[in-house]
């Protein structure tokens, strides 16, 4: 059989066999292990290393579908223990009908339930906020919530790897149930539907603390979380009001807060001792080293650190049938192709259409985390998701297909430098710009741009501009702004945790009267209604903050994020972004070639499908 293999595993109170699905196998393995599958209702072990059988297991449930699951014993498990959990946080407490005041209005609920990749079933009640009177139930200052950057995130992470930091993942339990209330608000809520159960009919539950939906519950958490970090002794970036520095005996540590998680970097000694002082404050789930992050799949090694997302993939296989759509595209679309409004094609079905958006929606979610290299093909098809046509849908398949046929690739970061975290050493920061000059049938600009710090990307973008440029000169300076801005923002990141910068920053353009107007006072009619952004890049030149650079068309990195390029080029730039890896060896422009080894390697997924 040439296969190791485990003849049988304890899983709780059952047997089963377990398959390693990452190397192909014997049909009597897999018969073997599908029966106990089927017998045992469980995930095969080794699939994506989690338990559930199709991504669609995962999607969230009402209350109705929830009870007509067959997985209704968990989640009366569920509705028990996040019962307990607002008791013990004593987030609401029941009250008489009677002494609801005739001005109070009452507000309902619903229930969402979550299949977690674990088994285990997450039930929320859910507040229906959006019905929350304005004045009375709640400020207009609570609406909005700060929420980290990316940018800050990237920056953190490279440093990270620079200095060999240790990085440290918690969750907070119940993190929009650690709010108060700040203005008094009256807010009651008839019972949910899961908890009635524990209350009579007559009850009805006035909130002590925020709650799921309640519209100032995110921004109550943020400011307990942000008295919890000053009692551990961290500072607040004015930058970014969810990233925490603290300095301690020449050494840096940060602290990053995305909604519910927070993530500890720095020396371990320190990390650890930071860790222990904020689960005292919050009640925590120590989820350990960083592996998992934003929705992303995380590996570090020596110097470097990658981030995927394979459950996404795997969302692309069960739920969009790529099964049927064997063809490995070299690329996200065609070599030059623009995806228009006007293509011809069939008008969509309502199903086809839900399942476009839902498909954009995670190639968005892709292209922003892990996958930058599908930019400009993901923005083309985020256009259309109005009225979206099969010639649409087919470039959408493309893309998945590209994206589950290069599962290892990532955003990939790897420093130029390495930093012992105390010395004196301003970190450099570089920029790239281009624009793609009316190509689309609008005769709008496509823009695109990207920074890197110490040679990682921080943030790119790709976006069409908002007017119609009269020259090439103009779109390509307009870009330039945009990535200049990006790169003050980051600057102002790293000088508020008081790491220092090199100035002047390099930002490059493949444009030389861009170059020209953004180093010289020269007026001309033809650039008189784009001094403006012509005034702000002189400005940064003239302070020594900024310096701006020719660079040719071949080696602008930024040109992916503008255009469908070949197969040679896009390799060549996706480099830049996503690291370098085996699916671009031999790679030929708009060609079908195979990496070495790649012919086994296919050979090895077909199988597994």
């Known amino acids: 059989e040439r296969r190791s293999r485990q003849r049988m595993k304890e899983v709780g109170d059952f047997e089963v066999a377990v398959l ?25 072990v080794g699939a994506i290393g ?105 920056i953190v992470l490279v440093i990270g790897v620079m200095c060999s930091w240790y990085m440290h993942l918690i969750d907070v339990k119940g993190a929009f149930l650690n709010g108060r209330f700040q203005n008094n608000e009256r807010i009651f809520m008839k019972v949910p539907e899961p908890f009635r159960k524990w209350y009579p009919s007559y009850v009805l539950l006035m909130l002590q603390k925020t709650m799921y939906g309640a519209v100032q519950a995110a921004k109550q958490f943020w400011r307990a979380a942000c008295q919890a970090m000053v009692k551990a002794r961290y500072e607040r970036s004015p930058a970014d009001p969810c990233l925490f520095y603290s300095w301690k005996d020449g050494q840096l540590s940060v602290k990053m807060l995305w909604v519910d998680d927070c993530l500890m970097a720095g ?13 005292t404050l919050f009640d925590c789930e120590d989820i350990g080293e960083m592996k998992e992050y934003v929705g992303c799949s995380v590996t570090r090694g020596d ?5 995927t997302q394979p459950l996404q993939l795997r969302k692309f296989k069960d739920e969009f049938d790529l099964e049927t759509q064997r063809a490995k595209p070299k690329t996200p679309a065609e070599p030059n192709s623009v995806l228009n409004e006007g293509d011809q094609g069939t ?28 930019l400009n093909a993901v923005r083309e098809l985020s256009r259309h998701l109005k009225e979206a046509t099969d010639v649409h849908y087919k470039q959408m398949i493309r893309i998945m297909n590209y994206c589950v046929s290069t599962p290892e690739r990532g955003n990939y970061l790897k420093p130029e430098r390495k930093w012992d975290g105390r010395s004196h050493m301003p970190l450099r920061i570089s920029g790239m710009s281009d624009s793609e000059y009316i190509k689309d049938p609008s005769r709008h600009s496509v823009n695109g741009w990207i920074f890197f710090l110490e040679g990682c990307p921080i943030n790119c973008a790709s ?63 033809r650039t008189r209604h784009i001094e403006v952004k012509q005034y702000f890049l002189r400005e940064l030149k003239e302070k020594g903050v900024i310096e701006v650079k020719w660079k040719a068309g071949d080696e602008m990195t930024a040109d992916i994020l503008t255009k469908n390029l070949g197969g040679t080029l896009f390799a060549k730039h996706a480099e830049g972004l996503v690291g370098k890896d085996k699916y671009q060896k031999g790679n030929e422009a708009g060609g079908e070639t195979k990496a070495e080894g790649d012919e086994s390697i296919h050979e090895e997924e077909d199988e597994i499908d």
Request: overall charge neutral; glycine content about 4%; aromatic content about 8%.
């Open 463 to 525: 976006k069409m501009m908002p007017v119609i440029a009269l020259s090439i000169t103009e779109a390509e300076l307009y870009a330039a702004v945009q990535c200049a801005q990006d790169m003050m923002y980051s600057a102002r990141v790293l000088l508020s945790i008081g790491i220092p910068v090199e100035f002047p920053m390099k930002l490059e353009v493949d444009n030389k009267g861009a170059v020209d107007l953004c180093n010289n006072w020269s007026v001309g009619g």
């Open 303 to 307: 110097g470097w650190l990658r981030m």
């Open 347 to 374: 008008a969509l079905s309502e199903e086809k259409q839900s399942d476009y958006r839902q498909g954009v929606e995670i190639l968005l979610h892709m292209m922003r985390w892990s996958r930058s290299e599908t």
């Open 20 to 44: 390693r699905l990452d190397m192909p196998c014997c049909e009597s393995i897999y018969e073997e292990c599908e029966n106990a599958r089927k017998k045992y209702a469980l995930a095969l």
């Open 267 to 279: 020396p371990k000694e320190q990390v650890l001792k930071a860790k222990t002082k904020f689960m």
């Open 50 to 154: 989690d338990n559930f059988e199709n991504t669609k297991d995962l999607k969230v449930m009402n209350w109705k579908e929830a009870m007509a699951d067959p997985r209704k014993e968990a989640v009366t498990e569920g509705v028990g223990v996040e019962h307990t959990k607002f008791r013990r946080y004593t987030v609401f407490k029941a009250v008489n009908e009677a002494e609801v005041l005739p001005d109070d209005k009452i507000l309902d609920s619903t229930v969402a339930v979550k299949p977690k990749p674990t088994g285990e079933m997450r039930v929320r009640a859910v507040l229906r906020g959006f019905k929350q009177v304005e004045g009375k139930q709640y400020k207009k200052d609570d609406t909005s919530t700060p929420v980290i950057c990316l940018i800050t995130i990237r």
